[in-house]
């Protein structure tokens, strides 16, 4: 199974929105719900953001949002702050009975 | 609360086995619909899952790791286990042991531990 395509790097101003892509196939991303984002600072362990493609956990901002559309999830980040710049990671249950990650986008605040 | 606590070797020799296991603060026993997973992180790259296990000891594996690794679980102990074989300078990595659910995500990390494959 391949990692799930997302750009390396996503950058914004404070306050702006920014949207970080992830992109599998018809066999992950395309074929399930099963669809979440992962925050993570430097030298801690990720942190769950959305989980079944837009849902959040108790105690994450309403500035983060999930969508999908046909192969492709996306990670909105609404009213960027400086606490935000963070790598992000997606991940998606696959055909194969388990799951792959993406390969990760760095998000900086400008 | 869950907490998870990775423990094990931080060097191991090519060609050996890496054996690390994690240890569990909390609801262990839980319900059939969360599993007790293994995901790691190269330096610098991004996330790779190993594979899952759930308490009955049904387990799932990556199909690209498949061959090398094993998983296993001691409810008693409230432990779950990775066994990976013949590994490599690739194998080098952040191990996290995480707790995870039917619904594709991961709630509760451990700290995660550098495992370094070198002579």
């Known amino acids: 199974q391949s990692a799930l395509t997302q750009p390396a790097s996503v950058s914004g101003s404070p306050g702006q929105s920014i949207a970080i892509s992830c992109t599998g196939t018809s066999s992950d991303v395309g074929a399930y719900k099963y669809v979440s984002w992962y925050q993570q600072h430097p030298g801690k362990a990720p942190k769950l953001l959305i989980y079944e493609v837009s849902n959040r956990p108790s105690g994450v901002s309403t500035r983060f949002s999930g969508s999908r559309s046909g192969n492709t999830a996306s990670l909105t980040i609404s009213g960027l702050q400086a606490e935000d710049e963070a790598d992000y990671h997606c991940?998606?249950?696959?055909?194969?009975?388990?799951?792959?990650f993406g390969t990760g986008t760095k998000v900086t605040v400008l | 609360h869950v907490q998870l606590q990775e423990s094990g070797p931080g060097l191991v020799k090519p060609s050996q086995t890496l054996s690390l296991t994690c240890t569990v603060s909390?609801?262990?026993?839980?319900?059939?619909?969360?599993?007790w997973s293994w995901i790691r992180q190269p330096a610098g790259k991004g996330l790779e899952w190993i594979g899952h296990?759930?308490?009955?000891?049904?387990?799932n594996y990556n199909p690209s790791l498949k061959s090398r690794v094993s998983m296993s679980v001691d409810t008693s102990k409230k432990q779950f286990s990775l066994k990976m074989r013949s590994v490599t300078a690739a194998d080098t990595a952040v191990y996290y042991c995480v707790r995870g659910s039917n619904w594709g995500s991961v709630d509760y990390w451990g700290q995660g531990t550098l495992v370094t494959v070198a002579a």
């Open positions: 991940s998606s249950y696959a055909t194969s009975g388990s799951y792959v």
């Open positions: 909390g609801d262990f026993t839980g319900t059939t619909s969360y599993y």
């Open positions: 296990i759930y308490n009955s000891g049904s387990a």
